[in-house]
């Protein structure tokens, strides 16, 4: 009798061993050359952006370099100093933008400029830089008609525009401190106007402030270039054409006249 087990196998088929794993599909190499090629896409884009990101920053430091001014007699006379908003606490101006408002009314004082332009962030009827510049600048002598606020100064492109279109503004001081100039230059001349800058760096500022400005302004610069030269970025707000006297703003804000409001000024004895 045949015993089965001595019976010759009628298949190909391989038995594995129990305790084998079952031999895998090798992958082909062409699939690890794309993943090596993706790897190295990635690292190449990201080093062009990097490289592109250093050369608009640097550019803009080259090309408003002779515009920037820390001498209030080496600053051309223009019609406007318009002094960019930071951060306040009620009515109290904060170290950086206290000495914008300060530098600007040196620049004033020192007949650089006819008017200034407080371009500040007012988003909520409980937070208002405009006013609280504004209100600096007079207390330190400037007329209140020469003081005229932006209350829709969000950031550096916003209150640029908004200098042009709705105060005709074409030649202008702009007073901020030293790192954020050459942002703000930039911004103003590809926009078309007559751009200089004054630094209103007076004092030392607390270094972790100061760190955080200067490694932001980075972004910024980058997202300012593509503003005006890719994205053609509008203001959060424009609005009508408005004149430069601060007297018929307040007044209009109250809802009388210039002549009423300069009365009223004149029996307090604030004019």
């Known amino acids: 009798m045949t015993d089965d087990k001595n019976l010759p196998v009628d298949d190909d088929r391989v038995e594995v061993p129990p305790h084998e794993d079952p031999p895998r599909r090798k992958r082909p190499p062409a699939f690890y050359k794309q993943i090596i090629a993706f790897i190295i896409l990635l690292?190449?884009?990201?080093?062009?952006?990097?490289?592109?990101?250093?050369?608009?920053?640097?550019?803009?430091?080259?090309?408003?370099?002779?515009?920037?001014?820390?001498?209030?007699?080496?600053?051309?006379?223009?019609d406007v100093a318009l002094v960019l908003g930071a951060s306040v606490r009620g009515k109290r101006l904060?170290?950086?933008?206290?000495?914008?408002?300060?530098r600007a009314v040196d620049l004033y004082k020192a007949g650089k400029v006819g008017k200034l332009l407080m371009s500040?962030?007012?988003?909520?009827?409980?937070?208002?830089?405009?006013?609280?510049?504004?209100?600096?600048?007079?207390?330190?002598?400037?007329?209140?008609?020469?003081?005229?606020?932006?209350?829709?100064?969000?950031?550096?492109?916003?209150?640029?525009?908004?200098a042009r279109e709705l105060w005709g503004v074409d030649s202008m001081v702009i007073v901020t401190q030293a790192f954020h100039l050459p942002r703000s230059i930039y911004l103003a001349r590809r926009l078309g106007i007559d751009a200089h800058g004054f630094i209103a760096d007076s004092r030392p500022y607390l270094r972790a402030s100061l760190r955080?400005?200067?490694?932001?302004?980075?972004?910024?610069?980058?997202?300012a270039w593509?503003?005006?030269?890719?994205?053609?970025?509008?203001?959060?707000?424009?609005?009508?054409?408005?004149?430069?006297?601060?007297?018929?703003q307040e007044a209009?804000?109250?809802?009388i006249t210039k002549e009423e409001l300069i009365k009223r000024n004149e029996d307090k004895g604030t004019i």
């Open 212 to 223: 955080k400005a200067e490694t932001r302004e980075i972004a910024a610069r980058i997202a």
């Open 94 to 102: 904060s170290a950086m933008l206290e000495d914008r408002v300060n």
């Open 252 to 255: 209009e804000q109250r809802g």
């Open 226 to 248: 593509l503003d005006v030269n890719i994205l053609g970025t509008q203001p959060h707000f424009l609005g009508r054409r408005e004149s430069l006297s601060g007297l018929e």
């Open 43 to 78: 690292v190449c884009t990201g080093g062009l952006a990097g490289l592109g990101a250093v050369f608009i920053y640097f550019r803009m430091e080259r090309q408003t370099r002779s515009a920037i001014h820390n001498v209030v007699e080496e600053v051309p006379k223009r």
């Open 120 to 162: 500040g962030d007012n988003s909520s009827e409980y937070y208002d830089e405009a006013t609280a510049m504004r209100r600096h600048a007079i207390k330190l002598g400037v007329p209140p008609d020469d003081v005229v606020c932006d209350f829709a100064g969000f950031r550096t492109f916003d209150s640029i525009v908004r």
